[in-house]
T-cell receptor, first 110, second 114 residues
Framework: GQQVMQIPQYQHVQEGEDFTTYCNSS?????IQWYKQRPGGHPVFLIQ?????EVKKQKRLTFQFGEAKKNSSLHITATQTTDVGTYFC??????????FGSGTKLNVKP | DAGVIQSPRHEVTEMGQEVTLRCKPI?????LFWYRQTMMRGLELLIY????????DSGMPEDRFSAKMPNASFSTLKIQPSEPRDSAVYFC????????????FGAGSRLTVL
């Protein structure tokens, strides 16, 4: 069954608008990773969050890990057409078994 | 490093045929994962290996699926006999604990079973 829930499933935005995707787990995670998959491509690692309440930034991307380490979010400020793709969170519970969320597919209209 | 290398990139086969997908992980990575991606079920972990030993195969759909890792630089995922519902993109990924468990994915093998 689905271990990590991710919403929304799809998001269509106008270029320049902001975008946020949310990831929720029913159990505490050791850490969480975020990946981006371009259309027709493969998932590519973006970032890893380990500490409770951690916030990390990569240019226009802001990643947060919840205080209880059960949820996370990815926020993109002022989207660009190059941001198009599907964003996945992956939660690690034990050993090296990552549970991927269902992904949020982002479409950016120029 | 050339990254994780998968072959074939595309395979079209008929129901009942045997399919073998191949993966070469990044040198030095001690974990290897097989994922399946479909529109309906998203990214599913099928099996993973640590130091060539299968650790968790609970995601393998049924006995028609088998995976091996005879050495640190090669793994196979075999489907026999294949069925139309096996049509999907199969990704291989590798990681290492010293590399903070970051998954590096291959380009994937797109399988179509007619």
């Amino acid at each position: 069954g689905q271990q990590v829930m991710q919403i929304p499933q799809y998001q269509h935005v106008q270029e320049g608008e902001d975008f946020t995707t949310y990831c929720n787990s029913s159990t505490t995670l050791s850490n969480i990773q975020w990946y981006k998959q371009r259309p027709g491509g493969h998932p590519v690692f973006l970032i890893q969050l380990v500490k409770s309440g951690e916030v990390k930034k990569q240019k226009r991307l802001t990643f947060q890990f919840g205080e209880a380490k059960k949820n996370s979010s990815l926020h993109i400020t002022a989207t660009q057409t190059t941001d198009v793709g599907t964003y996945f969170c992956a939660g690690l519970r034990n050993f090296n078994k990552f549970y991927f969320g269902s992904g949020t597919k982002l479409n950016v209209k120029p | 490093d050339a990254g994780v290398i998968q072959s074939p990139r595309h395979e079209v086969t008929e129901m009942g045929q045997e399919v073998t997908l191949r993966c070469k992980p990044i040198s030095g990575h001690d974990y290897l994962f097989w994922y399946r991606q479909t529109m309906m079920r998203g990214l599913e972990l099928l099996i993973y290996f640590n130091n060539n030993v299968p650790i968790d195969d609970s995601g393998m759909p049924e006995d028609r699926f088998s995976a091996k890792m005879p050495n640190a630089s090669f793994s196979t995922l075999k489907i026999q006999p294949s069925e139309p519902r096996d049509s999907a993109v199969y990704f291989c990924a590798s990681s290492s604990e010293t590399g903070a468990n970051v998954l590096t994915f291959g380009a994937g093998s797109r399988l179509t079973v007619l």
